[in-house]
């Protein structure tokens, strides 16, 4: 499908990149708080460049977007409030210590690679191009955060519990990446996007095994499956914090 959209799908494929690309540029902030801040300076320069690489594809998303709505960028990210994001509320969620970095990082990372490999089969053709483009990148994120993941499950008393603490919190909000919004099924028969229910699936085949080698527990608590319009209060401070020096010109001004 490399020709026009029908306004349907073209409506629904601008949601679904929203939400690609508020998911990386949340996350990408959260990940940059680190800088200056790591346990150790390798880790400092490598958190750095990972929180520019999901910029970097926050940016890719909301460009694709652009071209279907005509929305610039910068002020899709800096002058929308909380209640317009879309992004899911595990990325929100303050950075935490290491464990909870590395494996908020890594729950987000299984499900980008096994998206991205499903991405690159897109009908749509500039989706499953920015999709090859991405994923490069996203295999050294996903063999970078797993290696932290099973180190620290598997280092010391004290690293574990932070490990097992992190999931505890976490499990129940990567629910949420799978949750599919209104124009979700179209796409999917169209085949522009992949389903989420598979994808779902897919990524707890891979996430499972692996936590539970890492001598990890999979926790039994309720998944949260609410739509991405809704947010904790965490994501009003964050964006105030990510958005402060462009709202004090206007959106006008050039730097």
């Known amino acids: 499908m490399t020709g026009q959209l029908d306004a349907q799908l073209q409506q629904a494929l601008a949601d679904r990149l929203l939400a690609l690309a508020d998911d990386e540029v949340i996350l990408g902030h959260r990940d940059a708080e680190w800088t200056g801040h ?17 910029i970097g594809h926050a940016l890719i998303w909301y460009q694709l ?21 879309r992004n899911v509320q595990m990325v929100e969620l303050p950075k935490g210590d290491w464990a909870f970095t590395m494996l908020r990082q890594y729950l987000f990372d299984v499900y980008e690679r096994l998206l ?8 749509h053709a500039p989706l ?4 090859a483009k991405i ?26 519990r932070r490990m097992q603490d992190g999931l505890d919190r976490l499990w129940p909000f990567a629910a949420q990446l799978f949750v599919a919004g209104p124009g979700d099924g179209a796409l ?10 598979e994808l779902q699936q897919a990524w707890e085949a891979t996430v499972r095994p692996f936590l539970e080698q890492a001598e990890l527990t999979i926790p039994q608590a309720e998944p949260l499956t609410v739509g991405r319009e809704r947010h904790t209060h ?22």
């Open 38 to 54: 790591a346990p150790i300076l390798e880790e400092d320069i490598a958190i750095a460049n990972l929180a520019q690489d999901e």
């Open 65 to 85: 977007r652009e071209d279907l709505t005509g929305r610039d960028p910068d002020e899709t990210v800096y002058f929308r409030d909380a209640s317009a994001y």
């Open 116 to 123: 991205l490999d499903r991405l690159v089969a897109s009908t």
């Open 128 to 131: 499953a191009e920015a999709a």
């Open 135 to 160: 994923r490069r990148e996203e295999i050294y994120h996903y063999r970078h955060t797993s290696t932290w993941v099973e180190r620290l499950a598997l280092g010391t008393e004290e690293s574990h």
């Open 188 to 197: 999917a028969a169209a085949g522009i996007f992949p389903d989420l229910s």
């Open 234 to 255: 965490w994501l009003p401070i964050l964006l105030g914090e990510m958005q402060v020096v462009a709202r004090v010109e206007t959106p006008e001004t050039a730097w």
